[in-house]
């Protein structure tokens, strides 16, 4: 029975070809402007994401400040220090998967002629992963340079620029305050959103061990750590408070005496900025698909207008209001399902030959293209669309329909 009123639906279609193109027209249209839509939304949340993601994997910063509450008989007001020992005691709690002091410096560097003042940071081996440095050249600091204190330098991208305009730097030798280091890596450009005491475009890292030969480093400036899943973070940042809190006899309640900064807590706030776009961009398409619906209501409409008298007839040789719903209902979806397979197929060709859309690129002086949108049709992107496309056909549908089906079957047949 449904395949003959498809092949009836596709018959009443192809009697007003003209119209029932045009018609198709409006639903090309809506079909494009919603995919290329969804398409931009998801492309615009994979830049944020990647921005956010690059600062580091689930990775904890916290800043050394000083007590507010009294405890064990000391008073508020004592300054937390951060030194190896309180480390090694978080290292050993078993919700934290890496610990690592970080030590800060602002220093001359020099190559060769060039001098510039540079943000030196002392970091250990596990670092470099937790904090998502990846090397575009040469490796990062390992175990083995901490170990033996060797003077070696990982530099960030615009570092690399400013001492050595572009020329090879790996096995090259750079002075840090007075003191000479060897590169080892040159850093990936990095796109983030956040940085604490300067971008890691901008920075020098050393080993830890090997930052003592240019400063104090008994204190160290923060501290990072990891947990073993990122959901555990907030119960990791209550037991690393409360293993510091034990060895300085502080309160393990006083949040002020170590500010932690953890990556998870900001998710939230970027998939609110992200997800709400993306739902008022798949708002907006709609509306413009949903323009194509009324067109297409407006022309079912006007058919069953014209074919009172095949209803009447159809009617009274047994069909069912059921089946009269059903016709023209089909006829309504054909309509859109045609329009928006061809609409989908349209958005390939307009994702493939637009070009990259600027968005943190220019923001970060960056020329690789990995911050800006690229339009690319995904999967989902294809299933979203569709699903809007059969909602707004069976609501386009269903009045023309209920209108055919409500025909008296006697009036119908006398209707001139």
């Not at 995919?35 to 492309?43: C, D, N, Q, R």
């Not at 994979?46 to 921005?51: D, E, F, G, R």
């Not at 390939?348 to 943190?360: C, E, K």
């Amino acid at each position: 029975m449904f395949k003959q009123i498809l092949e009836d639906a596709w018959n009443a279609l192809l009697r007003n070809r003209s119209r029932s193109a045009l018609t198709m027209l409006g639903i090309v249209w809506g079909i494009v402007a919603v995919t290329m839509l969804i398409a931009y939304g998801g492309g615009f949340r994979s830049v944020l994401l990647n921005a956010f993601n690059s600062f580091g994997h689930s990775v904890v910063i916290g800043w050394p400040a000083q007590t507010s509450e009294q405890a064990g008989g000391q008073r508020a007001g004592k300054k937390v220090r951060v030194e190896q020992a309180d480390i090694e005691r978080v290292k050993q709690l078993p919700i934290i998967r890496y610990a690592c002091g970080e030590t800060v410096h602002d220093e001359k560097v020099e190559s060769g002629d060039r001098l510039i003042d540079g943000t030196v940071r002392g970091v250990c081996a596990e670092y470099g992963e937790m904090r998502n440095e990846v090397a575009a050249q040469g490796r990062w600091i390992n175990k083995a340079d901490m170990s033996e204190r060797r003077r070696v330098a990982f530099i960030g991208g615009k570092i690399y620029q400013k001492l050595f305009a572009g020329k090879p730097a790996i096995g090259e030798d750079i002075t840090i305050g007075g003191v000479h280091f060897t590169v080892i890596g040159i850093m990936n450009r990095k796109l983030q959103m956040s940085n604490y005491f300067t971008s890691d475009d901008e920075s020098i890292w050393i080993p830890f061990t090997t930052a003592g030969d240019l400063w104090d480093t008994k204190y160290a400036s923060v501290l990072l750590f990891q947990p073993v899943a990122p959901q555990f973070e907030k119960d990791a940042e209550k037991q690393v408070l409360a293993a510091l809190a034990d060895r300085q006899q502080f309160s393990p309640t006083d949040k002020k005496a170590m500010m932690m900064m953890g990556q998870e807590a900001m998710r939230p706030f970027i998939d609110g900025i992200t997800i709400g776009l993306q739902v008022l961009l798949l708002f907006i398409g709609a509306l413009t698909l949903g323009i194509g619906g009324v067109g297409v209501m407006n022309i079912m409409l006007v058919s069953v207008d014209e074919r009172i008298r095949e209803i009447g007839l159809r009617r009274a040789l047994g069909a069912t209001k059921r089946i009269i719903r059903l016709q023209f209902l089909t006829e309504a979806m054909v309509m859109m399902l045609l329009g928006g397979a061809i609409g989908i197929l349209l958005a390939y060709v307009i994702a493939a030959v637009t070009p990259r859309i600027p968005m943190l690129g220019p923001l970060f002086e960056d020329t690789s293209g990995k911050g800006d949108i690229q339009l690319a049709i995904t999967p989902m992107t294809v299933v979203i669309s569709s699903l809007v496309l059969i909602v707004i056909g069976i609501l386009s549908g269903l009045a023309p329909a209920i209108k055919a089906s409500k025909l008296d079957p006697v009036e119908a047949l006398r209707y001139e």
